[in-house]
């Protein structure tokens, strides 16, 4: 593990149990260690039922824990916090509110004024291809288009730390290839350091410095796959025989838990 | 316009077929039993317009608007707060929720006497019982818009930092406008019944006051003439009502 000044998120012998409706308690996560460091694009993958969305969820500061110690850039979360940011599977967009009201609520609910949000906005717009829609509303937009409002939105409010649910998961595959391209794009521009939920391997190797393997039953980290694919990344990476060979390390170690009868039991 | 035209036609033309076959039948039957309980039509309309150019109407209508206005107005305030209550809180619901339910189901009318006794025989007594009628809906309606909320908007707004006053705000309530606007519409045709079932009761005032006094008297052209402004009344009241939400639901989501 990494020196505890880099780190933009710490997560440290982490352990949460569920209690269901009959009072019974299950083990969600069984102290799980994981380091972000600062600047670094994380993603963890797993089955269903392993913990990764409860682990962001704690990250994000609203899901709690019982033990261990969760900390964002060296302090302690206790709540959703300013630098920290959330792009969610859903999109999460109020459909009520065109594209720029959308990409301007986390700053209006800081209390920004309305010209400066807008102006921040329409920046973020521009920057993920959207300097067009910032009048339409959220329906009248494709899947792909919502997440990178989803993504604008998250932005905004200039997080040092980028959250990311399984952004990509309800996108096509092509425009999810898309996505991701374009997602390192805006990335590589800034210092954020990103946590970045998926289910998709090559998503995970062509994103992440470094791939975190989750089993399930309780939730558990089984390995750390280091990524050392040059950036920047971009077609020719994901034809690399390195990029191939890594998909397939991250496969051999799900395809283990998956096999098993009991892996796709838990939600 | 030949276009639109063709489907005014085809979306009322059964209706309006209906509407002349009804009218006809009345017309006949009216003018061949002779009897007193039905006049033809042609003399209810008549009445009616009798009734609309003497002015005998102008006052009661009015007097009746307003009372109309000033118990939905309690009821949209005071039923969207329980409401609201009820679908944000558990306890609330399991503590008023009960009462609720039971007001939207039983026979309102019941208390109108009772309401005449506390608010006597003046405007207060219908705004009761405009209320009585209403409140539940609103209520009702109001806690459905809290309780369908989509938990995932919820927690998108907490993780942005949304006090639970923003969220409120910002989230549950416009998330919550289509079921506040039914229970609005649903809200007025009930206090329009909740009205006239009042002042039929009260007998004096308004347009349920009119009802009473041609019907006493027999005088059965403009007792059909005052039941059909109560009609109309109440179709102009709700179809207003609807436009009103239609263009207010339209509007966000025709803008390009």
């Known amino acids: 593990m990494s020196g505890k000044a880099d780190a933009a998120i710490s997560i440290r012998s982490v352990s949460k149990y569920y209690v269901s409706g009959n009072g019974k308690k299950t083990k969600a996560l069984d102290s799980v260690d994981l380091t972000v460091n600062r600047g670094e694009f994380v993603s963890i ?12 969820k704690m ?4 899901l709690g824990w019982d033990h261990g110690e969760v ?18 599977q859903s999109f999460a967009l109020l459909p ?21 949000r807008y102006n921040i906005a329409r920046g973020l717009l521009k920057s993920v291809g959207l300097g067009d829609f910032e009048h339409a509303y959220p329906r009248q937009l494709s899947g792909g288009m919502q997440q990178r409002v989803g993504l604008a939105r998250a932005l905004a409010v200039s997080p040092q730390v980028l959250l990311m649910d399984e952004p990509f998961s309800a996108i096509d595959a092509q425009t999810r290839l898309i996505l991701q391209t374009d997602l390192l794009d805006i990335w590589s521009k800034t210092d954020l350091s990103v946590l970045f939920i998926t289910h998709a391997m090559d998503e995970a190797v062509f994103l992440s410095d470094k791939v975190v393997i989750m089993g399930a039953r309780p939730g558990h980290v089984t390995e750390v796959i280091d990524v050392d694919l040059p950036r920047p990344r971009n077609e020719a990476t994901r034809r690399d025989s390195r990029f191939v060979e890594l998909t397939g390390r991250v496969w051999d170690r799900l395809r283990g838990m998956i096999t098993d009868p009991n892996a796709d039991v838990a939600a | ?13 059964p209706f309006l077929l209906s509407l002349v076959v009804l009218a006809a039948i009345w017309e006949i039957v009216g003018r061949t039993a002779n009897i007193l309980t039905l006049p033809p039509l042609s003399s209810v309309l008549v009445a009616f317009g009798k009734l609309w150019s003497s002015g005998a109407v102008t006052a009661p209508l009015f007097d009746s608007t307003m009372a109309l206005l000033t118990g939905l107005a309690i009821s949209l305030t005071l039923g969207s707060a329980i409401g609201i209550g009820m679908g944000m809180s558990r306890v609330i619901d399991v503590a008023i ?6 007001g939207l189901s039983a026979p309102l009318i019941a208390f109108v006497p009772v309401f005449l006794m506390i608010f006597g025989i003046g405007s207060e007594t219908r705004i009761a019982t405009v209320v009585a009628f209403s409140i539940f809906i609103v209520a009702t309606n109001a806690a459905t818009a809290m309780r369908t909320i989509d938990d995932r908007l919820l927690e998108m707004g907490r993780s942005f930092g949304a006090s639970r006053w923003a969220i409120f705000r910002d989230i549950r309530l416009p998330a919550g406008a289509p079921y506040f606007v039914a229970g609005l519409r649903l809200g007025v045709a009930r206090g329009v019944k909740g009205l006239i079932n ?4 009260i007998a004096i005032i308004g347009l349920g006051g009119l009802v009473k006094k041609y019907g006493t008297v027999f005088s059965m052209d403009q007792l059909y003439a005052v039941i ?12 207003g009502v609807t436009l009103l939400s239609n263009l207010l639901v339209k509007d966000k989501a025709n803008t390009a």
């Open chain 1, 45 to 56: 993958i797993g089955p269903s039922g392993c913990g990764k969305t409860t682990m962001l």
């Open chain 1, 59 to 62: 990250v994000g500061g609203i």
């Open chain 1, 71 to 88: 900390e964002v850039l060296g302090k302690a979360v206790e709540g959703p916090g300013p630098e920290r940011a959330t792009v969610f």
């Open chain 1, 96 to 116: 009520w509110m065109t594209v720029i009201d959308n990409v301007s609520f986390g700053l209006k609910v800081r209390g920004v004024a309305k010209p400066e």
């Open chain 2, 1 to 13: 316009m030949t276009l639109s035209l063709g489907l005014g036609t085809r979306k009322y033309g």
């Open chain 2, 97 to 102: 929720g009960p009462y609720v339910k039971a």
């Open chain 2, 198 to 201: 009042g002042e039929v009761l």
């Open chain 2, 228 to 239: 059909l402004l109560i009609v109309l009344y109440a179709s102009v009241a709700v179809g």
